[in-house]
């Protein structure tokens, strides 16, 4: 099974894998429930969840029946206990809306909510996230989540993310990091994507953020708190969730 999930991520474009998805969740879920792990996001419980990765696969973190990873549970558990995402009326503008979450919050009656992304068949507005098209201060809440490690001006794409927010706004932008890196490490002269892979852990990501991301970030003038929620979740929660111990969300204030 292994093998075989490295050769579809590997080989079908995300926007086929997106639609494929819809089949394929229903049967997934129903070969593998049971009680072990626990999707928070639907509620649904399983006796394992899948392998991911495009690279060293990581055992039990796609979830069956939603198709979540890691970062997505825990950022739906933060939003979810420590926000009011899901009671106030917000305008929230969502880069390459996870499909996990996109018809959950599509259906939120306090949302008015927004899709962008250059290629996701869930995109409201095709847009470059380096020139986007809303106006200055257009919105209570950004998610661009795992999508910064792909810009290859990735400055430019965060003074539009800050530009577009509202003052007092939020903004949460995860990305994959190595905390074990001070600073980040970016190269544009590999364009290879096995080198790519090889080197930023995915064939598409052209860095490797380090800590100083969170930095970076405020260079531009957003306020940054460094979330480890992780932490503040029960032991055998985090087990059960199969979430990453240890990462961090960046909440982001305008």
């Known amino acids: 099974m292994k093998k075989l999930f490295k050769l579809i991520l590997n080989t079908i474009p995300r926007p086929i894998l997106i639609r494929l998805s819809i089949v394929v969740r229903p049967v997934l879920a129903f070969l593998l ?4 792990f626990t999707d928070p996001i639907d509620g649904k419980s399983f006796r394992m969840f899948l392998p991911y990765g495009y690279g060293t696969q990581r ?17 739906w558990l933060y939003l979810q206990n420590e926000t009011d995402f899901f009671s106030a009326s917000k305008k929230v503008l969502h880069f390459a809306p996870e499909q996990e979450f996109y018809k959950r919050f599509k259906k939120q009656s306090n949302l008015d909510y927004t899709t962008t ?9 095709k847009a470059d996230i380096c020139n986007l098209p809303f106006e200055d201060n257009s919105y209570d809440m950004i998610l661009c989540n795992h999508v910064l490690e ?10 539009e993310l800050y530009r577009v927010l509202k ?11 190595d905390l074990s890196r001070a600073t980040t490490f970016a190269d544009d002269s590999i364009t290879d994507p096995k080198e790519r892979a090889k080197i930023f852990g995915q064939y598409d990501h052209v860095r490797v953020y380090g800590r100083d991301y969170f930095d970076k970030l405020r260079s531009i003038g957003f306020k940054v ?27 982001c204030y305008k």
Not at 33 to 36: P, T, V
């Open 117 to 125: 992304d250059l290629f996701s068949p869930l995109a409201d507005v």
């Open 225 to 251: 708190e460094e979330v480890d929620y992780t932490k503040t979740i029960a032991p055998e929660l985090v087990e059960k969730y199969c979430l990453a111990k240890g990462e961090i969300i960046p909440v």
């Open 167 to 177: 003052p007092g706004g939020m903004g949460i932008f995860q990305i994959p990091q």
């Open 150 to 159: 792909h810009i290859p001006d990735d400055t430019k794409a965060m003074q």
């Open 59 to 75: 055992n039990n973190v796609l979830s069956p029946s939603t198709l979540s990873l890691e970062r997505h549970r825990l950022l």
């Open 33 to 36: 429930k049971g009680s072990r």
